[in-house]
């Protein structure tokens, strides 16, 4: 089985400060990782995505996250945040078996970024 | 590139009914996945559709079921709702059934009275 834990449930952050959005994960296996924003009233877009290799992703609209292994964790960071940057981020993960899999979410952070 | 459409958008039906909610993937998408997502909550998986058939499963009663048709298009049928099924139904697309990126779709917000 496989969890995530998003340790903050909301980060409220000044525009043009940099922000770090948490993720930790729990998986007995090889995993896939994910990042995904979600706006008001919309639909899941993903931010970024770890599949294998250097672990430092970098991902749409200036986003980025480090893969550790030994702290099974899946940060999310940003060096500078816009108004614009407002909304809930998703932290997933899913450890592929058997050829068919789910993915899990964490419960979300919400990203409010003051003027 | 229509990307993954749902319908409706949203839904009111009364407790006891039944709910069909629709999904038409992403073009060159064959793998459908369904998601509920409750206020304040992560999504939630409930299955994942693969060549027409259930290949991984959530955590959910059989009340909710799903159809993939031949063009890849997905139906998720909910029985005997419940107030608790009141959530946003999220319809997520991806090619094969390793999930290296899924589409998500704006979802259905049923509501539940």
């Known amino acids: 089985a496989q969890s995530v834990t998003q340790l903050d449930s909301q980060v409220p952050v000044f525009e043009e400060a940099p922000v770090e959005l948490r993720c930790n994960y729990s998986?007995?296996?090889?995993?896939?990782l994910f990042w995904y924003v979600q706006y008001p009233n919309q639909g899941l877009q993903l931010l970024l995505k770890y599949l294998s290799g250097s672990t430092l992703v970098k991902g749409i609209n200036g986003f980025e996250a480090e893969f550790n292994k030994s702290q099974t964790s899946f940060h999310l960071r940003k060096p500078s945040v816009h108004i614009s940057d407002t909304a809930e981020y998703f932290c997933a993960v899913t450890a592929p078996s058997g050829g068919y899999q789910k993915v899990t979410f964490g419960t979300g952070t919400k990203l409010q970024v003051i003027p | 590139d229509a990307g993954v459409t749902q319908s409706p958008t949203h839904l009111i039906k009364t407790r006891g009914q039944q709910v069909t909610l629709r999904c038409s993937p992403k073009?060159?998408?064959?793998?459908v996945s369904w998601y509920q997502q409750a206020l304040g909550q992560g999504p939630q998986f409930i299955f994942q559709?693969?060549?027409?058939?259930?290949?991984q499963r959530g955590n959910f009663p059989d009340r909710f079921s799903g159809h993939q048709f031949p063009n890849y298009s997905s139906e998720l049928n909910v029985n005997a709702l419940l107030l608790g099924d009141s959530a946003l139904y999220l319809c997520?697309?991806?090619?094969?059934?390793?999930?290296?990126?899924?589409?998500f779709g704006q979802g259905t917000r049923l509501t539940v009275v």
């Open positions: 073009s060159g998408h064959d793998t």
């Open positions: 997520a697309s991806s090619i094969g059934a390793v999930n290296t990126e899924a589409f």
């Open positions: 998986s007995s296996v090889s995993v896939y």
């Open positions: 559709y693969y060549e027409e058939e259930e290949r």
